[in-house]
């Protein structure tokens, strides 16, 4: 009971992504997104949350299972999904809790290992710890890119059209 007290007003305090996340910030995070695309035939999308909704902080569960929910949800509204391959990553962090999540289609899903994808996010996670937010989330740009770039290589010569938007999604 105290926990979710707790967790509710943690996240009602937790402010705007706005004041974290600034416009120098997010041209930077675009930028590196659309280089990284330059790479491989994969989509990568940046969701970032200052809070999560009400409905997900009075739901029973450990705040780190709470969180995967989100994900999963952010997945399919930004519609990381619908990409021709199936191998859009989804990197969500939720600024309150101080917490990165890792989202991949089937595409790639069945390629890395749910412990390597859990590995990812316990390394990523170290620096948004710690509070260094746009050193987090460049790790992670630079994690998926790198797993991408393994399995889905950008072929010599092929066109790459650009199936979602590089700029983070900032609620």
Same mark, same amino acid.
Request: aromatic share 6%; proline share 4%.
């Given at each position: 009971?105290?926990?979710?007290? @707790? ?12 004041? &974290? *996340?600034?416009?120098?910030?997010? $041209? ?6 659309? @280089? ?7 989509? *990568? ?6 809070? %999560? ?6 739901? #029973? =569960? ?8 989100? !994900? %999963?949800?952010?997945?399919? $509204?930004?519609?990381?999904? +619908?990409?021709? /391959? /199936? ?7 939720? %600024? !309150? +809790? ?13 390629? &890395? ?5 859990? #590995?990812? &996010?316990?390394?990523?996670?170290? !620096? ?7 050193? =987090?989330? *460049?790790?992670?740009?630079? #994690?998926?890119? !790198? &797993? ?7 072929? *010599?010569?092929?066109?790459?059209? /650009? ?9």
């Amino acid at each position: 009971m105290w926990e979710r007290i @707790k967790r509710v007003v943690r996240h009602r305090w937790a402010g705007e992504s706005s004041r &974290v *996340v600034g416009p120098d910030m997010l $041209k930077r995070f675009t930028q590196q997104v659309a @280089k990284s695309e330059q790479q491989h035939s994969g989509e *990568v999308r940046i969701c970032i949350e200052a809070a %999560l909704p009400n409905s997900y902080l009075l739901r #029973a =569960g450990s705040i780190r299972a709470i969180t995967r929910q989100r !994900a %999963l949800a952010q997945f399919g $509204k930004l519609r990381v999904w +619908d990409t021709e /391959n /199936n191998n859009g990553v989804l990197i969500y962090l939720l %600024l !309150a +809790d101080r917490a990165i999540e890792l989202v991949a289609d089937r595409g790639l899903n069945r390629l &890395v290992t749910p412990q390597d994808w859990q #590995a990812m &996010v316990q390394s990523l996670g170290d !620096a948004i710890h710690r509070g260094h937010i746009e050193d =987090g989330l *460049v790790q992670a740009i630079d #994690a998926v890119s !790198a &797993v991408l770039v393994r399995h889905f290589p950008l072929q *010599v010569g092929s066109v790459r059209p /650009n199936e979602l938007p590089d700029q983070p999604n900032v609620q």
